[in-house]
């Protein structure tokens, strides 16, 4: 079973509020993922959580909070988004970080739409 | 620095003709290649990777790659193509000297095969 589940499916929220995305995995991977894409473009890494902590930060805007409560779960919190935070937002996991030939599964994502 | 690169922004193919997607990389020391494919809509869906080994790896759905080392390639293929096939295609490389694991990925290949 190769499964990352995301909830919800599409969000759509307005700049003032707070919302989160969250992320599932059941297959003993320890490091996990968040991704953000746009439309016809190449997915870019956001965080990198490796055994259940921050271990890369792609110098993401603090609006964007990750936090990762255990090692089957990851959550991305959002708050004061723009309308240009718009997309495809996935979550993704592999066995370690570590080890670059271990593939990296992805969930199916999240819609974000902010107006 | 490692980098990934795919000349064709759409390949259009016949059904049942043979698909070729087209990958070049550069990265310093041993590189880890990968194949993702995204239907509309949807995540991405691991296809097939490179490590070591065979030049020639299969992967699901039918597809196949080849890794040439003196071209720095690693195209996609098929030897039948399916209408079901189209989707947006992405390649990627892990690995190399003073790489941090992170997966860098192409532009993206959209394919379209028509019936």
């Known amino acids: 079973d190769t499964e990352v589940t995301q909830t919800p499916k599409h969000l759509v929220m307005g700049m003032t509020n707070k919302k989160s995305l969250k992320c599932e995995q059941h297959?003993?991977?320890?490091?996990m993922y968040w991704y953000k894409q746009k439309a016809k473009k190449p997915p870019e890494l956001m965080f990198v959580?490796?055994?259940?902590?921050?271990?890369i930060n792609e110098s993401v805007p603090s609006r964007f909070s990750p936090e990762c409560p255990n090692s089957s779960l990851l959550n991305l919190h959002l708050h004061a988004l723009q309308p240009e935070d718009s997309a495809l937002y996935l979550c993704?996991?592999?066995?370690?970080?570590?080890?670059?030939?271990?593939?990296?599964?992805f969930g199916e994502g999240s819609w974000l739409t902010v107006v | 620095a490692q980098s990934v690169a795919q000349p064709e922004d759409q390949v259009n193919v016949a059904e049942g003709n043979p698909l070729t997607v087209k990958c070049t990389y550069s990265?310093?020391?041993?590189?880890?290649l990968f194949w993702y494919v995204q239907y509309p809509n949807r995540g991405l869906q691991f296809l097939l990777k490179y490590i070591t080994g065979d030049n020639l790896v299969k992967g699901s759905y039918g597809f196949e790659a080849e890794f040439n080392k003196s071209q720095t390639s690693f195209h996609l293929k098929k030897p039948s193509a399916l209408v079901s096939d189209s989707a947006l295609y992405f390649c990627a490389v892990r690995g190399g000297s003073g790489n941090t694991g992170k997966l860098i990925f192409g532009q993206g290949t959209t394919l379209q095969v028509k019936p």
């Open positions: 297959m003993g991977h320890r490091a």
């Open positions: 959580y490796s055994y259940e902590k921050l271990s």
């Open positions: 990265v310093s020391g041993n590189p880890y």
């Open positions: 993704a996991s592999s066995l370690l970080t570590g080890s670059s030939g271990n593939t990296i599964y």
